[in-house]
């Protein structure tokens, strides 16, 4: 496949990688840091499929771009879904192909499926305070990270009396307190605790590198040509 690539930071290079290792070619680099290749430049003809990891300022408007100029797109940053209904309509206008993931990684694929399993069954019997905790790599721009809000609104989903998250551990009864750390260089990892007065209960998800998210990304690019609307990983992994 013929894979266009914007942004060439941690992840663009980490999916270069997986790319070429699954013997896609890489056809066109996106970046700032590389002004002599354009988006504009590339459609149909030229690529298969783009993969988008940006910047929360610069995701929407890249996506845009790739949907009005007939590509595939797969995207995976954070920060900037408050615009998310119009780029879903900006595909169906264009009878084009978004995927979009706040988490390439299976396993945490896996993580919500089990986290919207288990806040059913705490929310039933009751009893326990639930809290969720992010922690990232001091470089990340955005707070909370996109997980951790996919993560609570799983939670919310099962908890009718939780209105809204709040990015701080004080949380009022209607609230779901999402704490964020920001450590050194960790990958990422994402905890929800809920807590008795007699006992606790922890799901976690570690990310040991950023290979998980690249491999995901890669089979989302193989899977969305030939597709039309705006898919997640549910659709790809069928959970
Ligand atoms: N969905 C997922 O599985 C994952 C999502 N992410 C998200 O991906 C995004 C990128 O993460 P990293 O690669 O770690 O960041 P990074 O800061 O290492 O790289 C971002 C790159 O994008 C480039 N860039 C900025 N504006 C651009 C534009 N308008 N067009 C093209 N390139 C542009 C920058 O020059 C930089 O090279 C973040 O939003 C992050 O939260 C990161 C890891 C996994
Ligand atoms: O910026 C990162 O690094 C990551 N961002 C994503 C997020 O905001 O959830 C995914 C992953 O946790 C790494």
Request: hydrophobic share 40%; glycine share 10%.
């Amino acid at each position: 496949m013929k894979i266009l690539l914007i942004g060439y930071g941690k992840m663009g290079q980490a999916i270069e990688a997986q790319a070429i290792s699954r013997g896609h070619q890489v056809v066109g680099i996106i970046d700032p840091a590389r002004p002599e290749t354009q988006l504009s430049q590339f459609g149909p003809a030229e690529a298969d499929v783009a993969i988008e990891f940006t910047h929360p300022d610069a995701a929407f408007e890249n996506v845009k771009a790739c949907l009005q100029q007939g590509l595939p797109v797969v995207c995976g940053s954070t920060g900037w879904l408050h615009h998310f209904s119009e780029a879903r309509a900006l595909a169906q206008e264009k009878g084009g192909a978004l995927f979009y993931a706040s988490n390439y990684s299976v396993g945490v694929n896996l993580f919500f499926h089990f986290n919207e399993y288990i806040a059913a069954k705490m929310h039933q019997f009751g009893g326990y305070d639930v809290q969720v905790r992010e922690i990232h790599h001091v470089h990340k721009v955005d707070q909370p990270s996109g997980t951790a809000l996919t993560v609570a609104e799983g939670i919310m989903r099962h908890y009718p009396e939780k209105k809204r998250w709040r990015n701080d551990p004080a949380q009022a009864p209607e609230e779901l307190a999402i704490i964020s750390e920001r450590l050194a260089e960790t990958v990422g990892t994402h905890v929800v605790t809920y807590t008795s007065p007699v006992d606790g209960l922890e799901l976690k998800h570690e990310a040991y590198s950023r290979e998980g998210f690249a491999h995901g990304a890669v089979l989302a690019a193989e899977w969305l040509p030939g597709h039309k609307g705006v898919f997640g990983m549910k659709d790809l992994l069928g959970l």
